[in-house]
């Protein structure tokens, strides 16, 4: 396989990816939607992507719920 078709192939997992992750937290809060994605075992970077918002945003609710079960 040449490095353009795993470009191409990358891509469209991403898409598919993209498109599982809205369906599972459709219609749920943000913090919610953080939650399920982050325990996927995606990073904030790309739950971020997914939702809207920006990875600092993704970390510091990911730091306040982990405080918050202490």
Known sequence: MTEEQWKELDSKLDAILRLLALQIIDERTRQDQISILHKA???P???A??????????????SKMRSTKC
């Open 45 to 47: 970077r790309r739950i």
């Open 49 to 62: 992507d997914i939702i809207g918002t920006t990875a600092n945003t993704v970390s510091v609710t990911l």
């Open 41 to 43: 075992g995606l990073p």
